[in-house]
């Protein structure tokens, strides 16, 4: 069988998903990096 129609019309879709969720995984492992290397302020609860 030959996909290649198939991937061609759906190229952009499952590019733009892996862009995405790549963005949104760099996004959390900077925010959790922060939040575990940040000076320890005791006045402030939250990260």
């Not at 069988?1 to 862009?19: A, E, G, K, R, T």
């Not at 959790?32 to 940040?38: A, F, P």
Request: aromatic letters at 10%; proline letters at 4%.
């Amino acid at each position: 069988m030959n996909y290649y129609d198939m991937f061609s019309q759906q190229i952009i879709p499952i590019l733009l998903s892996c862009i995405i969720s790549t963005l949104i995984i760099m996004i959390i492992v900077a925010y959790s990096s922060h939040c575990i290397h940040r000076e320890p302020n005791l006045n402030y609860l939250g990260c």
